[in-house]
């Protein structure tokens, strides 16, 4: 495995691989990685010549008071990993590499970011969205994989890429879960051992959500009240448990397509997303 720092560096190296006609699989992380990090490395690693995946803590996708000094951070650990899950090229930037002077220019998303998580993180899609397009010209990737337990990010990737012609194949991996259903993340190590015992409840609640679709209901707003009925039972905060279409995420006031059900649970020191996303067959009248 190679590592470089610069940002010269690997626009080099990744030139170099496309001119020799090599596939490029890009993971872009920021760090401290898991199973579910492993899981796209795997995938990228089956689809393409060469896999680079980049460590970079991004200051700008946090917003003041979020936990940016605190994030976990294991270095070491995380270049043992890449190497052994097969990451060919490791790219682990300093800030002031990514942000080199105050910025000219920066990207803006404007659609996808008023609902479920980035309701809550004003600025927080802006700075996703900026630190890719530097990404994903640094790395000339064929392929880009992003875990769908981040749904809403795999919808404004999904935008990026369309609006701005990035000649990209954006690869959503599915989540990895536990025996019991459990989204797998680096926060579950935060529930307490309780509250470890009712996190399944999330996932158990959107297999209900679509149970309901599946035996005809099309109300968003009945399937949400028994979603929330079943979360009530746990002992978290529910920040939400949503419906909406996907990839718009826009609201519907009868189901149809492809849609998202998406839920946040906060514990007492972890908040847990998990989501699902179901294909509504169109009947036959709106097929036409
Ligand atoms: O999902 C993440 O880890 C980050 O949002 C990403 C995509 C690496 C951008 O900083």
Redesign the pocket.
């Known amino acids: 495995m190679i590592e470089v720092h610069t940002a010269k560096d690997i626009q080099k190296l990744a030139k170099n691989y496309r001119k020799k006609g090599k596939t490029i699989g890009f993971v ?4 401290f990685l898991h199973e579910g ?1 492993m899981s796209l490395v795997k995938k990228a690693r089956k689809d393409n010549d060469i896999v680079v995946m ?1 460590i ?3 200051p700008m ?1 946090f917003g003041p008071g979020e936990d940016y000094d605190a994030y976990p951070r294991d270095l070491e650990r995380d270049r043992t990993l890449a190497e052994e899950g097969g990451v060919d090229v490791l790219f682990t930037p300093g800030a002031e590499e990514m942000y080199q002077q105050e910025s000219t220019v920066i990207v803006n998303v404007k659609k996808r970011t008023d609902v479920l998580c980035g309701r809550s993180r004003e600025g927080h899609f802006d ?2 969205a900026t ?2 397009t530097k ?1 994903f010209n640094l790395t000339s990737p064929t392929r880009v994989y ?2 769908m337990k ?1 749904a809403q ?1 795999v919808a404004v ?1 999904d935008g990026l890429l369309n609006d701005f012609f990035m000649d990209i194949e954006l690869i959503p991996v599915d989540t990895m879960r536990e025996d019991d259903g459990l989204a797998k993340s680096s926060r579950n190590v935060n529930l307490s051992a309780s509250e470890r015992s009712e996190a399944p409840a999330l996932y158990q609640a959107l297999q209900q959500g679509a149970r309901l679709i599946r035996e005809g209901e099309r109300n968003p707003d009945a399937i949400k009240k028994e979603i929330r009925t079943l979360l009530e039972k746990t002992s978290g905060v529910i920040d939400y448990a949503d419906i909406y279409s996907y990839p718009d995420l826009e609201t519907m006031e009868t189901l149809s397509g492809k849609i998202i059900i998406a839920v946040a649970v906060q514990f007492s020191k972890a908040r847990l997303i998990d989501n699902i996303i179901v294909n509504i067959p169109l009947d036959q009248k709106e097929d036409l």
Do not use: A, E, I, K
């Open positions: 872009p992380t920021m760090g990090h980049s970079f803590v991004n996708q700075g996703v630190v890719l990404l992003f875990g981040d990010q990737v």
